[in-house]
T-cell receptor, first 113, second 113 residues
Framework: DTEVTQTPKHLVMGMTNKKSLKCEQHMGHRAMYWYKQKAKKPPELMFVYSYEKLSINESVPSRFSPECPNSSLLNLHLHALQPEDSALYLC????????????FGPGTRLTVL | KNQVEQSPQSLIILEGKNCTLQ??????????LRWYKQDTGRGPVSLTI?????NTKSNGRYTATLDADTKQSSLHITASQLSDSASYICVVRGTGSARQLTFGSGTQLTVLP
């Protein structure tokens, strides 16, 4: 299995909802990432979970919270989002080592109404 | 500040033609540079990786070049196909304090029949 899977593919939610995005990989990678990508813009790093240590981009609001139940899963919990949070959310994983590739999942298209 | 600049922002070519995309970066110290292809609404997929000592690398119809002295890279696409229509993103990894990925804004390529 050489892919990163993300569910759901699409999500529409209201500003008062609580939802979660799921990311899974079975490549034995020790680092997993969440990115936010707006249309026609490059991905922006939100969180890194590497060797059981979480790193947070300080610009990410607290309404986004990552959770790593095990080394194959990285969830992103969403609460009280704003319409400007609508974007493509990409998950990626990497084996480790500077030259190793980040493998990206297909993304979750999130729309906040 | 570590930056990656890509040009042109968008490009339209006819099927079968060649094209070259440019990437200039200021990331330092430098570790590697990747070109990714991202189809609309999908996650990026790596095309090539270049390290400091590499000048040219090919992957099928894609050929990447790197000039680490001038901090420039290019991606040349030969005999374009309709399926080449996508965003091409240049991503640079540094070392030490610059070890996170720095993404360019991408070049949106459209191949017309």
């Amino acid at each position: 299995d050489t892919e990163v899977t993300q569910t759901p593919k699409h999500l529409v939610m209201g500003m008062t909802n609580k939802k979660s995005l799921k990311c899974e990989q079975h490549m034995g990678h020790r680092a997993m990432y969440w990115y936010k990508q707006k249309a026609k813009k490059p991905p922006e790093l939100m969180f890194v979970y590497s060797y059981e240590k979480l790193s947070i981009n300080e610009s990410v609001p607290s309404r986004f919270s990552p959770e790593c139940p095990n080394s194959s899963l990285l969830n992103l919990h969403l609460h009280a989002l704003q319409p400007e949070d609508s974007a493509l959310y990409l998950c990626a994983s990497r084996l480790g080592g500077a030259d190793n590739e980040q493998f990206f999942g297909p993304g979750t298209r999130l729309t906040v109404l | 500040k570590n930056q990656v600049e890509q040009s042109p922002q968008s490009l339209i070519i006819l099927e079968g033609k060649n094209c070259t995309l440019q990437c200039n970066y200021t990331v330092s110290p430098f570790s590697n540079l990747r070109w990714y292809k991202q189809d609309t609404g999908r996650g990026p997929v790596s095309l090539t990786i270049m390290t400091f000592s590499e000048n040219t690398k090919s992957n099928g119809r894609y050929t990447a070049t790197l000039d680490a002295d001038t901090k420039q890279s290019s991606l040349h696409i030969t005999a374009s196909q309709l399926s080449d229509s996508a965003s091409y993103i240049c991503v640079v990894r540094g070392t030490g304090s610059a070890r996170q990925l720095t993404f360019g804004s991408g070049t949106q390529l459209t191949v017309l029949p």
